[in-house]
């Protein structure tokens, strides 16, 4: 089963960081768009962060200036650095995988085909 895994998370204090990864051992994210989107509890899941085939990114407003998305080819793995944490930022963290071809990324769940089964991110003192 082609499916991606997060890992990373954990409980972190407010104001403070963490890096999530995905990877993949089944296929490759050469080329292709990953998305990070995020569930907290009796909400929604909502789109955080992706990454195209061309390496731009896209974040949320909630996120823009605290996350960065990144890849790297070598080790088949993209990353989510998340600086300035806040309660508001507890949730399931899911990566996912468009298998198509695109120029741009976009925060919304039916673009992507292959979901991780989540890691969770708890920021609190």
């Known amino acids: 089963q082609m499916q991606p895994v997060e890992s990373g998370g954990g409980l972190v204090q407010p104001g403070g960081s963490a890096r999530l990864s995905c990877t993949a051992s089944?296929?490759?994210?050469?080329?292709?768009?990953i998305g990070w989107f995020r569930q907290a509890p009796g909400k929604e899941r909502e789109g955080v962060a992706c990454?195209?085939?061309?390496?731009?990114?896209n974040y949320a407003e909630a996120v823009k200036g605290r996350f960065t998305v990144s890849r790297d080819n070598l080790k088949n793995t993209i990353f989510l650095q998340m600086n300035n944490l806040s309660p508001e930022d507890t949730a399931v963290y899911y990566c996912?995988?468009?298998?198509?071809?695109?120029?741009?990324?976009?925060?919304?769940?039916?673009?992507?085909?292959?979901w991780g089964q989540g890691t969770q991110v708890t920021v609190a003192s």
């Open positions: 089944e296929f490759t994210f050469n080329s292709r768009s």
């Open positions: 990454i195209s085939s061309y390496s731009f990114p």
């Open positions: 996912a995988v468009d298998l198509g071809f695109s120029s741009t990324c976009e925060l919304v769940s039916h673009e992507y085909s292959h």
